[in-house]
């Protein structure tokens, strides 16, 4: 599902604290579980900033739990680092 989530504070420019709209939990993420931002600008009616954080990490709400587990690798980027590393082999033949 997906679901709104607030920024609520950015902590010593190291964390980000972010709260579900929906369901009121908060996770406390690391700059580097962030990969990226991308504005939405369709969704700026309210006075608020809309995007998308694009995460290295995935957040489960399991019931009343939150859990942060590393992001598993997509297919694209699987095959990207592959493309790589068989360069790389016949690089140093």
């Given at each position: 599902m997906d679901d709104d989530w607030l920024v609520q504070e950015v902590e010593d420019k190291q964390r980000v604290r972010i709260r579900n709209i929906r369901t009121d939990q908060v996770a406390?993420?690391?700059f580097s579980h962030i990969r990226d931002y991308v504005p939405d600008p369709?969704?700026?009616y309210d006075g608020l900033r809309h995007g998308f954080l694009e995460?290295?990490?995935?957040i489960f709400l399991r019931g009343p739990e939150l859990v942060i587990?590393?992001?598993?690798p997509t297919a694209k980027r699987a095959a990207?680092?592959?493309s790589r590393?068989?360069?790389a082999k016949?690089?140093?033949r």
């Open positions: 406390l993420l690391d369709k969704r700026e995460l290295r990490v995935q587990e590393p992001q598993r990207a680092k592959t590393a068989s360069h016949r690089k140093s």
